[in-house]
Nanobody, 115 residues
């Protein structure tokens, strides 16, 4: 079965950190463009960061300098390290894997930043 599974979300205080994981099963992430997206209540889904198969990365302006995307091909997993979290980072975070006509989404993991 082809699937992506996110994990690592939770409740954290402002200024805290979380590391999200996106693990693939049934296919190899190494060749895919991987994106992290988030959707806050009442808002549209937005792209937070992405990493190419070659390791090139991109970040939304709102998270630059705070979030770091990385991939471990030996574990078939992509990570999103989130530091200096703010209340406005609160959202459901999703990972996406895209290659040609293939496009897979995970089920999402909730991140809540609150004191």
């Amino acid at each position: 079965q082809l699937q992506l599974v996110e994990s690592g979300g939770g409740l954290v205080q402002p200024g805290g950190s979380l590391r999200l994981s996106c693990a693939a099963s049934g296919f190899t992430l190494e060749y895919y463009l991987i994106g992290w997206f988030r959707q806050a209540p009442g808002k549209e889904r937005e792209e937070v960061s992405c990493i190419s198969s070659g390791g090139s990365t991109n970040y939304a302006d709102s998270v630059k300098g705070r979030f770091t995307i990385s991939r471990d091909n030996t574990k078939n997993t992509v990570y999103l390290q989130m530091n200096s979290l703010k209340p406005e980072d609160t959202a459901v975070y999703y990972c996406n894997a895209a290659l040609n006509w293939r496009d897979y989404w995970g089920q999402g993991t909730q991140v809540t930043v609150s004191s």
